[in-house]
């Protein structure tokens, strides 16, 4: 099993930037695809990008490509969201996510640990 804890969510006006880390423990991390979920009041959640266990392939929902770009340092542990461009349609819950699929799943039921999740509130 691993264990996920995402920080780095706060208060952002529209433009700005933030950057979300999720910090891994148990099995070895490099043996994890990793994902960003996220769900928004009243909204289901929502994959928004993933990264394969060694960085070299990564996807996007439509809505953030160009803005927000996922990476990983398996020597931390750690895998990374950063957001600029930031709207208030990206206010929601992000959560950190990790599958063993080699390839990364954009379907939200693919992943298997999930983090608690982080608070993101753009404003306008």
């Known amino acids: 099993q691993v264990q996920l804890a995402e920080s780095g969510g706060g208060l952002v006006q529209a433009g700005g930037s933030l950057t979300l880390s999720c910090a891994a423990s148990?099995?070895?991390?490099?043996?994890?695809?990793m994902g960003w979920i996220r769900q928004a009041p009243g909204k289901e959640r929502e994959f928004v990008a993933a990264?394969?266990?060694?960085?070299?392939?990564?996807d996007y929902t439509d809505s953030v490509k160009g803005r927000f770009t996922i990476s990983r340092d398996n020597a931390k542990n750690t895998v990374y969201l950063q957001m600029n461009s930031l709207n208030p349609e990206d206010t929601a819950v992000y959560f950190c996510?990790?599958?063993?699929?080699?390839?990364?799943?954009?379907?939200?039921?693919?992943?298997?640990?999930w983090g608690q999740g982080t608070q993101v509130t753009v404003s306008s």
């Open positions: 996510a990790a599958t063993t699929k080699t390839v990364p799943p954009t379907s939200t039921l693919q992943y298997d640990y």
């Open positions: 990264v394969s266990w060694f960085g070299s392939r990564t």
């Open positions: 148990g099995r070895p991390f490099s043996r994890y695809t």
